[in-house]
């Protein structure tokens, strides 16, 4: 299925709207959004979004025949994490298992490489029911497994463990690779 990534804006909120019905969907969602989701937070969601620079966050809406059918961004690190960015990715029920989120990150990841000075991206999917999901989104786009952090997401008076996987840009880690040998 065609898709584009395109930068959020207010044009998007009803379908937002439409998206945020899903309880599941918000549950999943790493902000801790209220259910149900209003107006107001569907405009506070893209005003985040839209009105900070894209120094240190790079926000898009997945589009699919001019609706709104998902969101992906990817946060840059700062200090000590000041060359990873961590992502961020969301579908609603009806566009799942049809590649859009695997080439959606896959696409993403691309630009983000080109566009900052990073050497990872990392993805932390919750642990539930439907993590095996995200796992396979992620490893289809090239994303490999680091490990496991137990109970350190506290979110609606439940605790979280989520999975780690990252990817490396591997030109860019050419240029740090005095970081890496020893003498």
């Known amino acids: 299925m065609k898709f584009e990534l395109e930068k959020w804006s207010m ?11 899903s309880p599941e969907l918000v549950e999943r969602l790493r902000e801790n959004y209220p259910y149900p989701f209003l107006s107001s937070h569907a405009r506070d969601f893209i005003e985040q979004r839209t009105l900070k620079s894209e120094e240190k966050q790079y926000c898009r809406v997945i589009v699919v025949d001019g609706h709104a059918v998902g969101g992906i961004e990817v946060i840059i690190g700062s200090g000590l994490y000041a060359k990873s960015g961590e992502l961020f990715v969301w579908l609603t029920e009806d566009f799942c298992h049809q590649g859009i989120g695997t080439a959606a990150v896959k696409q993403i990841c691309d630009e983000v490489f080109e566009k900052y000075d990073i050497v990872r991206i990392e993805a932390r999917p919750y642990i539930g029911e439907d993590v095996w999901i995200a796992e396979k ?17 506290y979110k609606n008076d439940k605790l979280y463990s989520y999975k780690i996987h ?13 970081f890496f040998q020893y003498k």
């Open 11 to 21: 044009k998007y909120s009803d379908d937002l709207m439409i998206a945020m019905e």
């Open 137 to 153: 989104l992620l490893w289809n786009a090239g994303f490999k497994y680091e490990g496991t952090l137990i109970d350190v997401i």
């Open 166 to 178: 990252s990817i490396i840009n591997q030109k860019r880690l050419q240029n740090y690779t005095e």
